[in-house]
């Protein structure tokens, strides 16, 4: 945005907060005419600002996704998840340890003991020479893209190209150092890695969790089922779906033959439950048996 647009944009806001305190209809038309010569004005600066982005694309610079930013009107981040307690996220930092949780769960935790011996590596031919020639790393140097993003070492990429001719005798010597020795410097182990969020058509605040957590309880349903010698009928236990969508998991309880996978319902009887001041156990299932057959 230019001088003169801003200084446009500033008269409008004055005379709107002046219209707001009088609420004189001469006070509302001087509002309102410097507010469409603004808006106009804001429109033609950008449209000039889009112009300018695009001229620049063939000169190696990223134009085309600064013009794509600007047009894009949704900023989407990563939505509030649920966590095992049942509260939503409240921070970035919880989310953060959330997933980290969970993508540590789908690793198997392995056994000292029981830790495989890692195959020999098989190669048909050593690679006995590497060469790092002056010329090579000056075309790759000369060749890099000015409006690119600089590596973990912070570099940006019009300094590596601009100095192409001088840093391309040092950095091969470096290399061949580094081949020689079998030992590459600790700054090229460090690397900058974060995760890249796409947005989705209907993203909600859940996650593989509470699938896990669902089963979860059914397996401690069933061990204390076998514990007390109280016989399941898997056969007859459902899972309630609620939403129109597709359900995310698969439920099972385990049978004589096996696990039997759970129905998906989207009713169930309530089979009700009593409750008296002598907790006793032997009403409530007798109900409950009769209201289930």
């Known amino acids: 945005m230019d001088k003169d647009t801003l200084t446009i944009v500033r008269k409008k806001h004055k005379l709107f907060r002046r219209w707001q305190e009088t609420r004189d209809g001469q006070d509302c038309q001087a509002y309102k005419k410097e507010r469409n010569k603004a808006r106009k004005d804001c429109r033609n600066a950008q449209k000039q600002l889009e112009k300018k982005i695009a001229d620049e694309i063939n000169n190696q610079h990223k134009g085309d996704l600064a013009v794509r930013k600007i047009q894009t009107k949704s900023r989407s981040g990563v939505a509030d998840l649920i966590q ?113 969020f796409k947005t989705a058509n209907n993203y909600r605040p859940t996650t593989r969790n509470g699938i896990d957590n669902l089963q979860r309880d059914f397996d401690h349903l069933q061990a204390w089922s076998n514990r007390w010698l109280l016989k399941f009928h898997p056969e007859k236990c459902s899972v309630i779906k609620l939403g129109w969508q597709k359900s995310q998991g698969t439920y099972y309880m385990n049978e004589q033959d096996g696990r039997l996978e759970l129905a998906e319902g989207e009713v169930e009887r309530d089979l009700g439950v009593i409750i008296d001041n002598k907790l006793s156990f032997k009403e409530h299932v007798a109900q409950c048996t009769a209201n289930a057959n």
């Open 84 to 196: 095992e307690d049942g509260r939503k996220t409240e921070n970035d930092q919880e989310k953060a340890n959330l997933l980290n949780d969970f993508f540590q769960s789908v690793f198997t935790q392995e056994v000292g003991d029981t830790i495989p011996e890692p195959a020999e590596a098989l190669f048909e031919k050593e690679l006995l020479n590497f060469e790092v020639t002056l010329d090579k790393v000056r075309k790759q140097f000369a060749g890099l893209h000015v409006g690119k993003a600089s590596g973990p070492d912070g570099i940006p990429s019009i300094v590596l190209a601009t100095a192409a001719d001088e840093l391309a005798e040092p950095v091969p010597y470096l290399f061949r150092l580094s081949i020689e020795k079998g030992q590459i410097p600790a700054v090229w182990k460090k690397a900058a890695v974060t995760p890249v």
